[in-house]
């Protein structure tokens, strides 16, 4: 089997190759540069591996939440990548990704998962790890907002917005895991079907039109 994992919901954009059970893991930026370094990346990874795009049997992309432009770019490379080779399509989250990277670490309990989505907000989602598995909905809400939930229902968290937003958090352990790992993407989507239609899951508008509707509001 080899496949291909692509992860661009956050500032980072990473790919994953697995060449009969090997896998080739590779953080191409941290800065958001999502359309420059996607698919030079990806013909990199792949000529370094000896693998022609058109022997990718299967294309697993983080479908969200997380930044816009970078699932954009994300998701529309795998669409393209997919309808080109006839590789299966399957989808994650950011936010399962995080969790399962957690689990393989070595996490136990529940975790709080939380993705930075800017304006000062987090994407946040909570798993029990014995196996993982959600134990709620994918929601958008100020980092603040979960401090009295974690009070009365303590949790580890993880991920970027659990690190930039850690002092509103007081109290919480954070576990140094920011980047949804695109290996972990792979394992996590073993067993599941491919997808015939890909909808990206981005919780909230863009923030184009959140700045436009907020200049308009103040003319």
């Known amino acids: ?58 294309i697993v992309v983080d479908r969200g939440p997380g930044l816009y432009t970078g699932l954009r770019v994300g998701i529309a490379t795998a669409l393209g990548l997919a309808l080109a080779t006839g590789a299966d399509l399957v989808a994650v989250t950011s936010l399962e990704v995080l969790a399962a990277a957690a689990a393989r670490a070595g996490a136990r309990g529940e975790l709080v998962v939380l993705v930075d989505g800017r304006r000062g907000e987090v994407f946040a989602q909570r798993f029990a790890l014995e196996p993982v598995a959600a134990l709620d909905a994918p929601r958008v809400l100020p980092p603040a907002a979960l401090a009295p939930e974690l009070a009365a229902r303590p949790a580890r968290l993880c991920g970027d917005g659990a690190r930039r937003y850690r002092d509103a958090l007081v109290g919480a352990e954070v576990i140094d895991l920011a980047v949804p790992p695109p290996s972990a993407a792979l394992e996590l989507s073993r067993g599941r079907d491919p997808v015939a239609a890909l909808t990206p899951l981005y919780l909230r508008e863009a923030d184009a039109v959140a700045n436009f509707t907020t200049r308009t509001r103040a003319t």
Do not use: K, S, W
Not at 10 to 30: F, K, M, S
């Open 1 to 58: 089997m080899i496949a291909l994992a692509i992860e661009t919901a956050t500032p980072a954009c990473a790919l994953a190759l697995e060449v009969d059970g090997r896998v080739t893991e590779e953080i191409l930026d941290l800065e958001r540069h999502h359309t420059e370094v996607l698919v030079p990346g990806l013909a990199r990874l792949l000529g370094a591996a000896g693998v022609a795009p058109g022997a990718i049997e299967r």
